[in-house]
């Protein structure tokens, strides 16, 4: 989702859902954004969340896919900046893989709020803080949350349908 281009979704309330938040600990300025945003948004949804807190963005999937079956979405957050070597393109791709392995493998949705950015000031314009043009904790969490109600609904009317759906 992007600020710039899309229409502002509403925020569902009284979900009662269950969320997971995997938080990386590197680049505690941006974190913090991030945090507050998903946190604020989850609180608006009336969704019941807890926050764990990983290294780095390379650690969220491993955390992810063991928080998911527990719960009705997880919200994956983190921070990764070029540097000048190859590791920014390791750590993004595995990042991305590996959290869209666990929503594919677990069918649970995994909100993806990994800034990858160029510089340190795109990630800070992108986390959620004063004066920043983006809330991509928030984001994350709107889109987890909204997927994880889109499959409760789905699998209601299939299992009334007599289809079965699994999980």
Same mark, same amino acid.
């Given at each position: 989702? &992007? ?18 938040? =995997?938080?990386? &600990? ?19 949804? /009336? #969704?019941?969340? *807890? ?7 390379? *650690?969220?999937? =491993? ?6 079956? /527990?719960?009705?979405?997880?919200? #994956?957050? /983190?921070?990764?900046? $070029?540097?000048? +070597? ?9 990042? +991305?893989?590996? %959290? ?5 493998? +677990? ?5 993806? /709020?990994? %800034?990858?950015?160029?510089? *340190? ?12 043009? *983006? ?21 209601? $009317?299939? #299992? ?8």
């Amino acid at each position: 989702m &992007s600020a710039h281009n899309d229409p502002e979704a509403p925020v569902p309330t009284n979900t009662d859902l269950k969320v997971t938040v =995997v938080a990386s &600990s590197w680049h505690q300025q941006a974190m913090g954004g991030l945090i507050a945003g998903a946190t604020k948004l989850l609180d608006q949804a /009336g #969704a019941n969340y *807890e926050v764990i807190m990983v290294p780095g963005t390379f *650690e969220l999937p =491993v955390v992810a896919a063991s928080a998911a079956p /527990g719960v009705d979405a997880v919200v #994956a957050l /983190g921070v990764v900046i $070029r540097g000048g +070597t190859p590791h920014f393109d390791y750590v993004c791709q595995a990042a +991305t893989d590996g %959290l869209g392995r666990v929503a594919l493998d +677990t069918g649970v949705p995994v909100g993806f /709020g990994v %800034l990858t950015c160029d510089d *340190e000031a795109q990630a800070l314009d992108r986390a959620g803080l004063p004066g920043s043009s *983006e809330d991509k904790g928030r984001e994350a969490a709107l889109a987890a949350i909204t997927t994880a109600l889109t499959l409760k609904d789905l699998r209601q $009317r299939v #299992a009334g349908s007599g289809l079965g759906f699994a999980r």
